[in-house]
């Protein structure tokens, strides 16, 4: 029985790494009653979307995850049964060389990024076996399509989705300190990093025919928000406005907050990895910035996911989706984009459901990867 995971993640920038290990340790400790401890070197990083972690404690346990500070000088333990080295960290070798002192040898996974690319089909499962020590570490990849190991997707997600009310939804945004919606307001929730076209989009937004709500997340691309403003800078709780454009800093919420924002808005622009995939699960039509990478690989990555949503709309809409998704990532103008994709929201709140539909068919990732570890346990 793989009972005991150890999950080791390196943050490389920014909160998706250990975002994407936080959700897997939490649902593997609470849905799957698995003995879980999480190596993280950044607590910090950490504290930002989970705020009840402590940063001066060197092991801790919140939400039935053991958390231990991932240091250099790493002390000698006894290695779990599975051991997800999340997207190719380095595991430390005094662990490696434990791992074949143990009488069952632990299951050694390596979970990648997630990508929509075709060859990901193909990589998903590999083995590669240890130069000199007799390890195996497969590769898990996450995905879209049946044949890789999905997403993650808590088991009460969108049972909670749907009972998040009206009701609900007032109590969350007074608790945020965020007014009620007036009528025939949009709400848009604005996560992204700080070469999007902000600027260029909020002045579309002001002139909208009816009122737009924004509500923006602390970080770089704030500078833009208020060179549009003409302001020097921007508190968290600040609210600005201009003709039908309204604008508020937020802070970062804990992380099953910001999934209950996403529900509550009618439209959220994302980022990176986990948010953008929180966002499917959230069934708004979304806007995703994809992290840069070198020589513009994720262009390619981002067309990839492109053709996958949009291949069962009618060709106006998937259209849409192109001509604003891409506008947002090169950093051109979004004018028209926007007003067509706007223009499609009733259209595209549908399609999200049935993507939805689709992706929930293909099980979670937690349980694909418990599914994984057992039948590679040698
Ligand atoms: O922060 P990101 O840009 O993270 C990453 C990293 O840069 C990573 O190195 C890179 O490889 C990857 O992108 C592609 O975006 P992401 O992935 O959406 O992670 C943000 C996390 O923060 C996610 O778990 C959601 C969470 N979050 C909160 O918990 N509260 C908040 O208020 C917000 C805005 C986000």
Same mark, same amino acid.
């Given at each position: 029985?793989?009972?005991?995971?150890?999950?080791?993640?390196?943050?490389?920038?920014?909160?998706?790494?250990?975002?994407?290990?936080?959700?897997?340790?939490?649902?593997?400790?609470?849905?799957?009653?698995?003995?879980?401890?999480?190596?993280?070197?950044?607590?910090?990083?950490?504290?930002?979307?989970?705020?009840?972690?402590?940063?001066?404690?060197?092991?801790?346990?919140?939400?039935?995850?053991?958390?231990?500070?991932?240091?250099?000088?790493?002390?000698?333990?006894?290695?779990?049964?599975?051991?997800?080295?999340?997207?190719?960290?380095?595991?430390?070798?005094?662990?490696?060389?434990?791992?074949?002192?143990?009488?069952?040898?632990?299951?050694?996974?390596?979970?990648?990024?997630?990508?929509?690319?075709?060859?990901?089909?193909?990589?998903?499962?590999?083995?590669?076996?240890?130069?000199?020590?007799?390890?195996?570490?497969?590769?898990?990849?996450?995905?879209?399509?049946?044949?890789?190991?999905?997403?993650?997707?808590?088991?009460?997600?969108?049972?909670?989705?749907?009972?998040?009310?009206?009701?609900?939804?007032?109590?969350?945004?007074?608790? %945020?300190?965020?007014?009620?919606?007036?009528?025939?307001?949009?709400?848009?929730?604005?996560?992204?990093?700080?070469?999007?076209?902000?600027?260029?989009?909020?002045?579309?937004?002001?002139?909208?025919?009816?009122?737009?709500?924004?509500?923006?997340?602390?970080?770089?691309?704030?500078?833009?928000?208020?060179?549009?403003?003409?302001?020097?800078?921007?508190?968290?709780?600040?609210?600005?406005?201009?003709?039908?454009?309204?604008?508020?800093?937020?802070?970062?919420?804990?992380?099953?907050?910001?999934?209950?924002?996403?529900?509550?808005?009618?439209?959220?622009?994302?980022?990176?990895?986990?948010?953008?995939?929180?966002?499917?699960?959230?069934?708004?039509?979304?806007?995703?910035?994809?992290?840069?990478?070198?020589?513009?690989?994720?262009?390619?990555?981002?067309?990839?996911?492109?053709?996958?949503?949009?291949?069962?709309?009618?060709?106006?809409?998937?259209?849409?989706? %192109?001509?604003?998704?891409?506008?947002?990532?090169?950093?051109?103008?979004?004018?028209?984009?926007?007003?067509?994709?706007?223009?499609?929201?009733?259209?595209?709140?549908?399609?999200?459901?049935?993507?939805?539909?689709?992706?929930?068919?293909?099980?979670?990732?937690?349980?694909?990867?418990?599914?994984?570890?057992?039948?590679?346990?040698?």
């Amino acid at each position: 029985m793989n009972k005991r995971w150890d999950i080791f993640c390196t943050v490389i920038d920014n909160f998706g790494d250990i975002g994407v290990c936080w959700r897997l340790a939490r649902q593997l400790a609470s849905q799957h009653e698995l003995v879980v401890r999480l190596w993280i070197n950044d607590l910090v990083s950490f504290n930002h979307i989970a705020p009840d972690v402590d940063l001066t404690a060197k092991q801790q346990w919140v939400q039935s995850v053991d958390i231990r500070y991932w240091q250099e000088s790493f002390i000698n333990i006894e290695p779990a049964d599975v051991v997800i080295e999340a997207f190719s960290c380095k595991l430390p070798d005094s662990y490696i060389n434990s791992m074949i002192t143990l009488p069952q040898t632990s299951v050694w996974l390596n979970l990648e990024y997630l990508s929509a690319e075709n060859w990901v089909i193909g990589c998903h499962g590999l083995a590669s076996p240890h130069p000199y020590l007799p390890l195996i570490k497969h590769f898990f990849f996450p995905g879209f399509v049946s044949g890789t190991g999905g997403l993650l997707l808590e088991q009460h997600l969108l049972i909670d989705k749907k009972s998040f009310n009206a009701l609900s939804q007032l109590e969350f945004w007074r608790h %945020l300190g965020v007014p009620e919606r007036k009528e025939k307001e949009l709400r848009v929730s604005m996560f992204c990093y700080d070469d999007a076209p902000l600027g260029n989009l909020l002045s579309v937004l002001a002139t909208s025919s009816t009122p737009v709500y924004v509500l923006l997340f602390q970080g770089p691309i704030v500078n833009s928000a208020a060179v549009f403003f003409g302001v020097t800078s921007l508190e968290i709780g600040g609210v600005l406005q201009s003709g039908q454009l309204t604008v508020q800093l937020i802070p970062f919420l804990e992380q099953s907050n910001y999934d209950r924002l996403l529900w509550a808005c009618d439209i959220n622009f994302v980022r990176g990895e986990d948010s953008f995939v929180r966002a499917q699960w959230a069934t708004r039509p979304f806007i995703w910035h994809i992290y840069p990478q070198e020589n513009n690989a994720h262009q390619i990555k981002l067309d990839a996911f492109l053709d996958l949503y949009t291949r069962d709309m009618p060709s106006n809409m998937a259209a849409t989706v %192109l001509a604003l998704w891409h506008s947002w990532n090169d950093g051109t103008q979004i004018k028209d984009a926007w007003l067509s994709f706007i223009a499609q929201q009733v259209n595209l709140t549908q399609h999200s459901e049935t993507w939805v539909d689709q992706l929930s068919s293909l099980g979670d990732l937690a349980s694909n990867l418990i599914l994984f570890s057992q039948e590679n346990r040698i």
